[in-house]
């Protein structure tokens, strides 16, 4: 009987304890979701905690980098982020830091090659684009100029040929004028001989400048491959976060700037900062022509995030 009483009293409890928690565990989202909410959230905060230290760990040979050239690019690209928030937000740690590794990926080596010829051939586009353009504007120019020189030298031969009918009448009475419009045919004749001058002079300069630009386009198309290669986009570095243990690695480049660009957004990454939308901005998914610097964009998605 006593056993059957005291089931009763933890069968009531157990129900009471339930109806108690009941309202704190809301409708609207489980306990799975608020758990994993809440670990986002404390991963964010570790992410957001400065200094984050760094080291150059593994170095591949096949870069042909030494240690000192890695830490400087990953210092100026630290730097970069140092500069812009005012504050330490990395700290270079030769025990304590992350590893920040080289493994050259040949695969990967040969896209990023595939990508700087892109960006170069635009460069050379461009280039000709805007000196074509400033041809032609000049071309036309020019064009115009020497058919109103013409229109001058015909009226020109006009007047003469009439000066010279009039010197056939030549008489005392208008001797005076005749001269007169002698030497105003004379004057309008060595400025036409100058505006010829100036007129073939600049017509050989865009001659030349028409040399130069098919030069361009000659240096241009020698970058081309004699087998185009399909463009895909090179991963060149990545940044790992797991278990609040960070790693970064480093795939290829090709340049040292092409290098500080890449450790520039895997310590974006580093700081839990995502990918933007514009091209010029350092967290752009990809490596940009357009990609320089820190942008406005990166500093304001790291202030907003961490709440700098």
Same mark, same amino acid.
Not at 101 to 109: A, C, I, K, T
Not at 129 to 144: E, F, I, K, Y
């Given at each position: 009987?006593?056993?059957?009483?005291?089931?009763?009293?933890?069968?009531?409890?157990?129900?009471?304890?339930?109806?108690?928690?009941?309202?704190?565990? *809301?409708?609207?989202? =489980? #306990?799975?979701? %608020?758990? /994993? $909410?809440? !670990?986002? &959230? +404390?991963?964010?905060?570790?992410?957001? @905690?400065?200094?984050?230290?760094?080291?150059? *760990?593994?170095?591949? =040979? #096949?870069?042909? %980098?030494? /240690? $000192?050239? !890695?830490? &400087? +690019?990953?210092?100026?690209?630290?730097? @970069?982020?140092?500069?812009?928030?005012?504050?330490?937000?990395?700290?270079?740690?030769?025990?304590?830091?992350?590893?920040?590794?080289?493994?050259?990926?040949?695969?990967?080596?040969?896209?990023?090659?595939?990508?700087?010829?892109?960006?170069?051939?635009?460069?050379?586009?461009?280039?000709?684009?805007?000196?074509?353009?400033?041809?032609?504007?000049?071309?036309?120019?020019?064009?115009?100029?020497?058919?109103?020189?013409?229109?001058?030298?015909?009226?020109?031969?006009?007047?003469?040929?009439?000066?010279?009918?009039?010197?056939?009448?030549?008489?005392?009475?208008?001797?005076?004028?005749?001269?007169?419009?002698?030497?105003?045919?004379?004057?309008?004749?060595?400025?036409?001989?100058?505006?010829?001058?100036?007129?073939?002079?600049?017509?050989?300069?865009?001659?030349?400048?028409?040399?130069?630009?098919?030069?361009?386009?000659?240096?241009?198309?020698?970058?081309?491959?004699?087998?185009?290669?399909?463009?895909?986009?090179?991963?060149?570095?990545?940044?790992?976060?797991?278990?609040?243990?960070?790693?970064?690695?480093?795939?290829?480049?090709?340049?040292?700037?092409?290098?500080?660009?890449?450790?520039?957004?895997?310590?974006?990454?580093?700081?839990?900062?995502?990918?933007?939308?514009?091209?010029?901005?350092?967290?752009?998914?990809?490596?940009?022509?357009?990609?320089?610097?820190?942008?406005?964009?990166?500093?304001?998605?790291?202030?907003?995030?961490?709440?700098?």
């Amino acid at each position: 009987m006593k056993f059957l009483l005291r089931a009763l009293l933890y069968t009531l409890l157990l129900v009471a304890s339930y109806q108690l928690l009941l309202p704190l565990l *809301g409708k609207d989202k =489980p #306990a799975p979701q %608020l758990l /994993q $909410q809440y !670990a986002d &959230q +404390a991963l964010q905060q570790y992410l957001c @905690q400065t200094p984050v230290r760094w080291r150059i *760990g593994q170095l591949d =040979p #096949a870069f042909k %980098l030494t /240690q $000192q050239q !890695a830490e &400087q +690019a990953a210092h100026n690209a630290a730097s @970069q982020w140092n500069t812009a928030l005012g504050m330490e937000l990395f700290q270079y740690d030769s025990i304590d830091g992350f590893a920040i590794d080289f493994v050259y990926d040949e695969r990967q080596q040969q896209l990023l090659e595939q990508v700087r010829l892109t960006r170069n051939l635009q460069r050379y586009d461009a280039n000709i684009d805007r000196r074509l353009q400033s041809l032609q504007q000049q071309a036309a120019s020019l064009t115009t100029r020497q058919q109103q020189f013409e229109q001058a030298n015909r009226q020109f031969a006009a007047d003469a040929a009439a000066f010279e009918r009039q010197l056939q009448q030549l008489n005392s009475s208008n001797r005076s004028r005749l001269q007169q419009q002698q030497q105003q045919l004379l004057a309008r004749q060595q400025q036409l001989t100058q505006q010829a001058e100036a007129l073939n002079a600049e017509q050989q300069q865009l001659q030349r400048e028409q040399g130069y630009l098919n030069d361009t386009v000659a240096d241009r198309n020698a970058l081309l491959p004699a087998q185009p290669a399909e463009i895909a986009a090179a991963e060149v570095g990545i940044m790992q976060i797991s278990a609040r243990q960070r790693s970064m690695t480093i795939f290829a480049y090709t340049s040292t700037a092409t290098l500080e660009l890449t450790l520039l957004h895997e310590f974006g990454h580093a700081l839990g900062l995502g990918h933007t939308d514009s091209p010029t901005s350092a967290m752009y998914y990809a490596l940009s022509a357009q990609q320089s610097a820190l942008t406005d964009e990166d500093i304001q998605a790291l202030k907003q995030q961490c709440g700098f």
